[in-house]
T-cell receptor
């Protein structure tokens, strides 16, 4: 059973388009992280959100943590080919704060 | 500074053989994790070490899998009597152990192929 479900699983878009990736769970998390992974490499942390309703922006990327801390979204504006990769959300539970539960992943391809 | 390193980067082995995968965490990071990733999908938690505490082995899929961490630094993941379903990328990560600093830093992974 996967604690965190991501949608869509695959996404292929043209350069310049906008997109949103969703990360959903029935469980509450004390914090949630988003990672991006490129082929042949390990995941790299993009952002950590810790407060329900929190919104963080990193250039063209906007991350939101749901009010109930059960879900999150990643929105990319004007996607570029360099955004191509596997996006993973990961949640920490308060009882085991140093362990992360990873989502199922969203594979994004941005076509030039 | 140096990141997390893993060796070998690729390993091809015959079914039934034992393999050892190595992870060198970032210096000063007390927490170390092993994950398995199949076909570019999400990460499956295997085991977690924190300082001198007993490791959290709750993610190990069978008793063929074991791991140790010597001197609180380098870790080795051992898979005995490998099976074809063990083929995957094995990722190691490390992190500091202080509240609010649960970001994990990943190595490049070891791609294991069991033939």
């Amino acid at each position: 059973t996967q604690l965190l479900e991501q949608s869509p699983q695959f996404l292929s878009i043209q350069e310049g388009e906008n997109l949103t990736v969703y990360c959903n769970s029935s469980s509450v998390f004390s914090s949630l992280q988003w990672y991006r992974q490129e082929p042949g490499e390990g995941p790299v942390l993009l952002v950590t959100v810790v407060t329900g309703g929190e919104v963080k922006k990193l250039k063209r990327l906007t991350f939101q943590f749901g009010d109930a801390r059960k879900d999150s979204s990643l929105h990319i504006t004007a996607a570029q080919p360099g955004d191509t990769g596997l996006y993973l959300c990961a949640g920490a539970r308060r009882s085991r704060a140093n362990n992360l539960f990873f989502g199922t992943g969203t594979r994004l391809t941005v076509i030039p | 500074g140096a990141g997390v390193s893993q060796s070998p980067s690729n390993k091809v082995t015959e079914k039934g053989k034992d393999v050892e995968l190595r992870c060198d965490p970032i210096s000063g990071h007390t927490a170390l994790y092993w994950y398995r990733q199949s076909l570019g999908q999400g990460l499956e938690f295997l085991i977690y070490f924190q300082g001198n505490s007993a490791p959290d082995k709750s993610g190990l899929p069978s008793d063929r899998f074991s791991a140790e961490r010597t001197g609180g630094s380098v870790s080795t993941l051992t898979i005995q009597r490998t099976q074809q379903e063990d083929s995957a990328v094995y990722l190691c990560a490390s992190s500091r152990n202080r509240p609010g600093a649960y970001e994990q830093y990943f190595g490049p992974g070891t791609r294991l192929t069991v033939t």
